[in-house]
């Protein structure tokens, strides 16, 4: 059994395993030096052996517990037909909306636009470097996905109302992504995930009375679908307002909470394995301070089935030295 398997699954609370969301990605030299010269992203996404050699880049500094696929949650956009660029310094620039052609799309030609994350799965998974550890796939949560495709690009702090107008185009949409999002995990799995997060990074933007339409309903869908893979479902509700409540509801396996929250209100709440919290500012600090703020949480959560990792991605500002420092510091804690 995998550190993050025990964890997770057994409840295990002697050992902290620890992974970064984003832990490869623009801080890494190594990466930066690859994407100087792969300008575009969805094709680096879709090059095998170099996605593969991303994903394993922090494995090769860090000591720690599992590899995250190097891919995006804007693939299955991309996969269901809808343009999706990054711009430098800006980020996704997403094409128009055309249901008429994401109808069209079926399982098969799906699969096979994405066939090479797949590949980069299972040939990642065949490293030495994967001993004993978990290769995390991943999907984007339906609202997030919604949130994109209709918006095309990130929101800011809020979204505009009228994006939601059209509501028979809405509940059509969210019926195909729910089915592409799936087909997405279970390719992953198939050729190698053994864990599956689901990120919402826009949850904290619902409007309280839609929130179990956008986000509790169809999340406990795909929950349900990734457990019954028999693969452990973390969920990564970002900056919802009730973290107790949408555990309630959507029941994953473990839940990764956002920097925002109070650690301790959590532990007082939730029952399932916890995932994550400390803010990526930290490591732009020095490292007294990320000590002492890496044991707050180590100590919080001394008692409860515990991974450490962060309360969003690894920002690209941050110096490797200190991502070192941290798996040091939470290694060596006792
Ligand atoms: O975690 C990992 O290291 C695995 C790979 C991964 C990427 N994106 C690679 C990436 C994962 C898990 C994601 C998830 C993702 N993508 C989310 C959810 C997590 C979160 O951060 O909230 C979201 C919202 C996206 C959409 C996205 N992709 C945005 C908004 C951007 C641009 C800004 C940014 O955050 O970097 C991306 C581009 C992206 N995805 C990069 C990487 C390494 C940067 C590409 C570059 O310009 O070199």
Partial sequence: MTPIKDCIINKKIHCKPIWFMRQAGRYLPEFREIRKKNQNFIQLCLNKELSSEITLQPLKRFKIDAAIIFSDILIVPYGLGQKVEFKKDFGPILGDIDLNIFKKIEEENFTKKLNSIYESLKLTSENRLLNNKDLIGFVGAPWTILVYMLNKQS???????????????????????????????????????????????????????????????????????????????????????????????????????????????????????????????????????????????????KNHPYIFNLGHGVLPETNPEMVEYLVKTVKEYK
Avoid: M
């Fill in 155 to 301: 929101p800011k702090k809020k979204i505009t109302s009228s994006l939601f107008n059209n509501e028979k185009l809405i509940d059509e949409l969210l019926i195909l992504i729910k089915k592409f999002l799936k087909i997405h995990i279970k390719n992953q799995v198939k050729r190698g995930a053994s864990i599956i997060q689901i990120f919402d990074s826009w949850a904290g933007l619902v409007e309280e009375k839609k929130i179990s339409k956008y986000i509790y309903d169809p999340t406990l869908e795909i929950v349900e679908y990734v457990k019954s893979l028999n693969v452990p479902a973390i969920c990564f509700p970002r900056e919802i307002k009730d973290y107790k409540e949408f555990c309630e509801v959507t029941k994953p396996d473990a839940v990764n909470i956002d920097y925002n929250v109070d650690p301790k209100e959590i532990i007082k709440n939730i029952k399932i394995p916890v995932q994550g919290g400390l803010d990526p500012k930290i490591l732009l600090t020095d490292k007294e301070t990320l000590k002492k703020e890496t044991l707050k949480y180590l100590e919080i959560f």
